[in-house]
C-alpha cells in the first residue's frame, strides 16, 4: 500500500554518525508508528527505534543515548540519527512502517528494502 524509500546508508569508522531517513511514498489512511530495525549476518532482526505518529519514542537498550529517531508527518518521512557509531551497529537498517488500511483502523505493516550501514574499528 505505500513504498519506503531509504537512504544513508554508508561506511564509517567507530565514533562517526550516519543519518539514516525512509520516506513514505503515499499513504491514503495515514501512517501510525514508524520505525527502524536492523539485522546482523547470522542474527535476527531486532528493533532500533519506534516513533509513533504522536511523537512518542522507544530505543533498543544499545542504541540509548547515541540514536535519535524523529519524524516529518508532512513528508511522511522517519530519520534515525546515528552517533557514536560502533562496530556492533554493523547491519542492514530497515525501515517500518504501520500503515492505515481503512478508516476504521485496519493496518499493514509495510517494509523498506533495507541500507547498509557499516562501521569500522
Known amino acids: 500500500q505505500v513504498q519506503l524509500v531509504e537512504a544513508g546508508g554508508g561506511l564509517v569508522q567507530a565514533g562517526g554518525s550516519l543519518r539514516l531517513s525512509c520516506a513514505a511514498s503515499?499513504?491514503?489512511?495515514?501512517?501510525?508508528?514508524m520505525g527502524w530495525y536492523r539485522q546482523a549476518p547470522g542474527k535476527q532482526r531486532e528493533l532500533v527505534a519506534v516513533?509513533?505518529?504522536?511523537?512518542?519514542?522507544n530505543y533498543a537498550d544499545s542504541v540509548k543515548g547515541r540514536f535519535t529517531i524523529s519524524r516529518d508527518n508532512a513528508k511522511n518521512t522517519v530519520y534515525l540519527q546515528m552517533n557514536s557509531l560502533k562496530p556492533e551497529d554493523t547491519a542492514v537498517y530497515y525501515c517500518?512502517?504501520?500503515?492505515?488500511?481503512?478508516?476504521?483502523?485496519?493496518?499493514?505493516?509495510?517494509w523498506g528494502q533495507g541500507t547498509q550501514v557499516t562501521v569500522s574499528s
Open positions: 503515499r499513504s491514503i489512511f495515514g501512517i501510525d508508528a
Open positions: 516513533i509513533t505518529s504522536g511523537g512518542s519514542t
Open positions: 517500518k512502517a504501520d500503515v492505515r488500511t481503512s478508516y476504521y483502523g485496519s493496518s499493514a505493516t509495510s
